[in-house]
């Protein structure tokens, strides 16, 4: 079956723009995941979702981001007034079931490579 | 302190040789889980392997085995017979019960398999 899908691939966008990226899980998938890779790093939890809501955001970095899941399928990464220093490489990843024990193992899509002029 | 640990920044094997990435833990959870993902140029991370806390037996996926030590809180991978196809970069992650579903990764090792 289809894997995750992010959208678009490529985001260049210049510094103090707002810019949306789009996640689409796997089919039946209630968890979903947003994570940040920069060069040379692993990736870095961002906000994790059950359903349509936020079960912990404790990984966003300030206000300036913020993410929604409105029907707990598609999810949107929103990233306000964006700064040099977000250009990253956007990971989504989904899985299964809550917390479940064994093992629930997260997908990734490909990423969305952001560039922050 | 760093949760996940990988020490190779980079490691070199030659093709159908067998290659040994290393990765530490740290946690005070009783339950755990330890997963590697590979991570080709193309950018997606790749599932490979599992590893529960409880889990008495090494886990093995095809080629790909966990040498899981818990007393020294390590789960090593290890590759056998390697393919050109298998250089990328390997990552580490950890999922803590204490928490939510969420993963750590460690920085990972990029591994070069030459002919």
């Known amino acids: ?3 995750v899908s992010q959208t678009p691939s490529n985001k260049v966008t210049e510094k103090g723009k707002y810019v949306e990226l789009r996640c689409d899980p796997i089919s039946g998938h209630t968890a979903l995941y947003w994570y940040r890779q920069s060069l040379g790093q692993g990736p870095e939890f961002l906000i994790y979702f059950q359903g349509t809501g936020a079960a912990d955001d404790s990984g966003l970095p300030n206000d300036r981001f913020f993410a929604v899941r409105p029907e707990g399928s598609v999810s949107t990464l929103k990233i306000q007034r964006t700064e040099r220093g977000d ?3 956007y990971l989504c990843a ?3 079931t809550q917390g479940a024990q064994v093992p629930d193992t997260q997908y990734f899509g490909p990423g969305t490579r952001l560039t922050v002029l | 302190a760093q949760k996940i640990t990988q020490t190779q920044p980079g490691m070199f094997v030659q ?4 290659v040994t990435l290393d990765c530490t833990y740290d946690t005070s959870d009783q339950s755990y889980g330890l997963f590697w993902y590979k ?3 193309s950018g997606e991370m790749i599932f490979l392997i599992y ?3 409880y889990d008495e037996q090494n886990a093995t996926e095809g080629r790909y085995s966990l040498n899981f030590q818990k007393a ?3 789960a090593n991978l290890v590759i056998s017979a390697s393919q050109l196809g298998d250089s990328a970069m390997y990552f580490c992650a950890m999922r803590e019960n204490s928490g939510y579903s969420t993963l750590t990764f460690g920085k990972g090792t990029m591994l070069l398999v030459s002919p």
């Open chain 2, 39 to 41: 991570q080709p140029s």
């Open chain 1, 87 to 89: 250009s990253a490489v």
């Open chain 1, 1 to 3: 079956g289809a894997g």
């Open chain 1, 94 to 96: 989904s899985s299964l």
């Open chain 2, 72 to 74: 020294r809180k390590s």
């Open chain 2, 51 to 53: 590893q529960g806390s």
């Open chain 2, 15 to 18: 093709e159908k040789e067998a």
